[in-house]
């Protein structure tokens, strides 16, 4: 059906429908600031800031992109307690694919600076969708959403994360080359109270017999959901689709690193819940404490990120109008 123009929280999107059942294309998505985002429609990701070296998941060629999405950027995890029954449901996996109704649609928004994935169950009469978006102080923002389509109230339990992240110190040439090496140098941090993940080399990997300290690192952190136990790595993952319950993780050494939060909550007729998860390269000590204090003091971090966001897209304007960007049509698409 092309592009449908669609409002979402007052803002232009445009919307393809079953996106899923078109072969995957690639997509860039723009900023105000030095953010690089590359993204597939299947969900597939690369990102960062400035250059290359200063990635956020690994830097790669599309069709390793494309490949990667089931391990690496966004996962989410569902076990869905309706009617008696306890439904694993996984969002954007081939695991799902044949054993419920789905519909993926995909949004962009009129700026370009912001994506929506989208799946629908049919079934279970759920929405999913997760939005990325950038901001220039906090980084990359994932925002999650999840609605109850039908007349009955339904428990959740959610794993919800962030894959493959890499520390700071990782450039192309050594993740591809020699990416075992650098997962034995990885280490992924809890600090607990704040929830913040903190990704870093044991030292900097280098060919050379002399001291190389690692002094900064990549965070994640996430916000919206209550009393989450975090995990730092994908190895719960599979007892959590199981129905086990999952430990909290505080340090995990030598693989690659994730960020995941994990919750339960009850969703009434035609209710939704929403949550946030952040995260951000090159940070210093200092820099990390700062963040850690705004996140356990500020109660209203989250509104915080998202008016960063949208001052974003009001400086995207203001770059692409600098530059007599703006086209002024009758036709919206063009």
Known sequence: NGLQPV??????????????????????????SDHWLFLSSNGGISAGRRN???????????????DTAETTGSKTILRIHANGQLHTWEPFSIRGEGRYALQRNLYQNKWGNKI?????????????????????????VKKV???????????????????NVLPYGVPPDLQNKTSNLADAYKRTE?????????FALSAIIVDKAEPSEALKANVAWSVGLENPVYLLSVSQLRQFRNGAGVMQETDSKGEPGAYFVS??????????????L????????????????????????????AQDVETGTGRLK???????????SNDDLK
């Open 7 to 32: 409002a979402i929280n007052g803002e232009l999107f445009y919307r393809i429908t079953d996106a899923g059942s078109i072969r995957p294309f690639f997509m860039s998505i723009v900023s105000d």
């Open 52 to 66: 290359t070296g200063y990635a956020l998941f690994p830097y790669c060629t599309d069709d390793k992109i494309t």
């Open 116 to 140: 929506i994935f989208e799946e629908i169950n049919q079934e279970l009469k759920l929405a999913f969708q997760y939005e990325w978006n950038s901001s220039d102080r906090f980084g990359f």
């Open 145 to 163: 959403r999840l609605r109850n389509l039908s007349e009955t109230t339904v428990w959740a339990d959610v794993a919800d994360g962030l894959q």
């Open 190 to 198: 809890l600090e607990p109270e704040s929830g913040l993940a903190i």
């Open 263 to 276: 919750s339960r909550f009850s969703l009434a007729p035609a209710g939704e819940k929403n949550w946030m």
């Open 278 to 305: 952040i995260a951000n390269v090159n940070h210093n000590l200092p820099g990390i404490i700062q963040l850690i204090e705004e996140i356990k003091t500020n109660k209203a971090i989250a509104e915080v990120v």
């Open 318 to 328: 203001a770059l692409v109008q600098s530059a007599d960007g703006m086209q002024c």
